[in-house]
């Protein structure tokens, strides 16, 4: 079959190639080209800071090393808004009445669904027993017009604002970040090595994009899927993940995952780790949505990165975002996150490549990229 025919037939199935070039170069696979062109998105030095992407707090020492080297050393996570940051070190208390044993010492942590103050045994961040049941609104609140007034209710139940909560569960958090590198969770990060698959040249042009799921343990948001897939939504590497820590909430309405889907899995992050160290060099380019967050839970620190929350900004301007399946339904006309079995990174990782792909073919109307098509 010619090009010509399978672009009038994806023009028509598809909207995401409305521009022949750039459909001749994925049809002919040019893969310099379109690296070229995918890296003009991808987001500046302060770009990364301002989106609060990890990095290392002592930055000259650690691209070099190996990977149990680098875990061993410090992370952070700049420009984190005070409502993000955790107050922590200085609520570890220790009871009253064994001053001398370290496994009551606890620490008071705020629940990110209802407010209340929940506890964890320092030590082990075990979560204790004695904590309230969490009472909560899995849905969000919204504007509902009721008569001529606008009142706000919850999307879950419709319940109002001072509503008792409409579902159950332990107490959840983000995790410790205090912006400062103090954090629990900053350590275990690990970049591609500058030296690792340096003479790889087949691995250099590589364009990504990555989605992962988490749930909630006792250390915060954790990884418990990844999905990766290449510029054309080929998948490359699809995985379910065990957290190391006790979980306290599988988030199954928005991940699909459940106890019984770990149950048998026993890949764990630093495995995890390991397979995308050889998967990607220090060329590769990753595209997500709020790739941010899913650095965080893969503890990975990368800077040739396209995020289509920054490609596609909120018209308000950060620190608001635009969700993924609102931009996928403007621009693509494509309903995603539909299935009452909760996300599917692998569908959210195409639709971060497909927004891409559309908007490139809107740059090329503009010549953007005359340098490029010389
Ligand atoms: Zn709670
Ligand atoms: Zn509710």
Known sequence: M????????????????????????FKTNQVNQLYKIFYSYILTEKQLEENSFPKWFDNTASINETQTNQQKKLAIIPNLNPSQQTKKLDNIKKLA?????????????????????????????F???????????????????????IEHKYSCCS???????????KH????????????????????????????????????YALDCEMCYTTKGLELTRISIVDMHLNEV???????DTQILDYNTRWSGLTEESLKNCNKKLKHVQSDL????????????????SDFKALKLI?????????????????????????????????????????????????????????KINEDLRSKKFANIFK
């Open 2 to 25: 010619c090009v010509l025919t399978i672009f009038f037939q994806n023009f028509q199935r598809n909207k995401i190639f409305q521009s022949f070039k750039i459909f001749y170069l």
């Open 97 to 125: 009445t064994t001053p001398n044993d370290q496994t009551a010492a606890i620490m008071n942590q705020t629940c990110k669904r209802c407010n209340k103050t929940f506890q964890l045994r320092s030590k082990d961040y």
């Open 127 to 149: 979560y204790l027993t004695s904590n309230s049941e969490c009472i909560f609104h899995w849905g969000k609140l919204r504007n509902v017009r009721v008569d001529k007034a």
């Open 159 to 169: 319940g109002g604002m001072d509503s008792q909560g409409c579902d159950t569960g």
């Open 172 to 207: 959840v958090y983000d995790g410790i970040y205090n912006g400062n590198g103090n954090g629990l969770n900053l350590t275990g990060y690990v970049q591609v090595s500058l030296l690792s698959n340096e003479e790889d040249t087949k691995l250099s042009n590589n364009v």
């Open 237 to 243: 590497y699809e995985s379910l993940v065990k957290p």
């Open 277 to 292: 160290m050889k998967l990607f060099n220090k060329n590769t380019i990753l595209i997500g949505h709020s790739l941010e």
């Open 302 to 358: 990368h800077t040739n990165v396209i995020d289509t929350s920054v490609v596609f900004p909120h018209k308000m301007g950060a620190p608001y975002k635009r969700a993924l399946r609102n931009l996928m339904s403007e621009f693509l006309q494509k309903i995603i996150q539909e299935d009452v079995q909760g996300h599917d990174s692998k569908e959210d990782a195409a639709a971060c490549v497909s927004l891409m792909i559309w």
